[in-house]
């Protein structure tokens, strides 16, 4: 069964291996996943994501984002799938055909996860993107959009914000999973630093949320450990609840 803490990904955000494995080794036994995302991947490659595979029982979460042709996306999600990854991120994007490409060469080996819309866009930046104008009114319509392509794709889920995962589960079953960023605990001020559309702990979560990535709460706290603890036992808080 899954427990609190598996609901837990932390980012590992920072620039070189050695703060990576440092984080890795103060949070393994108290999070789910680890993301490895774009900055750290550059600089460390797969080796790294072996690394904390064979360090502990926290899985990675392997967050680059692809946005290219079909082809392209094929070719580079054949290589993820060998790395044994839990999930990987390709944006939705404009084309399904990219979608279809990814979950194709991942081969169930790794879950094909679609970005709908970053938490850190506002109304204002889809309206300046040429989007129409309804989407820029309520994004929601245009994450839904997203997810439903997602879907038909076959991807295993989709990335949204906590204030979009019950509507999502709703249209598309409780197996179609939702990770969700920008999530900050009610302790924490809930401040919304780059973050646009945010959600505490346990308001994704009774939403329907499978994976909350939560950085800043546990990076910046005295004790990192004690953080990851107070998080988890207000996502156990839920669970018990039934959400």
Known sequence: MKSAKDYIIFPLDV??????????KQLSRHVGLFKVGLELFVRTGPDLVRWILESGDAGVFLDLKFHDIPATVSRAMSGIAELGATFTTVHCGETPAMLKAAVEAGEKKVGVLGVTVLTSVSGADIRQAGFCPEYGEDISRLVMKRAAVAHVAGCAGVVCSGQEAMVIKKAFGKDF???????????????ADDQQRITTPAQAVRNGAD?????????????????????????????KDGK
């Not at 620039?15 to 890795?24: I, T």
């Not at 709460?217 to 998080?231: E, K, V």
């Open 15 to 24: 620039p070189s291996e050695d703060s990576a494995k440092k984080w890795v």
């Open 177 to 191: 999973i939702t990770v969700t960023p920008g999530i900050r605990p009610a302790w924490d001020g809930v401040s």
């Open 211 to 239: 994976y909350l990535v939560i950085g800043r709460p546990i990076r910046n706290a005295a004790d990192p450990q004690s953080a990851a603890a107070r998080i988890a036992d207000e996502i156990d808080s839920v669970i």
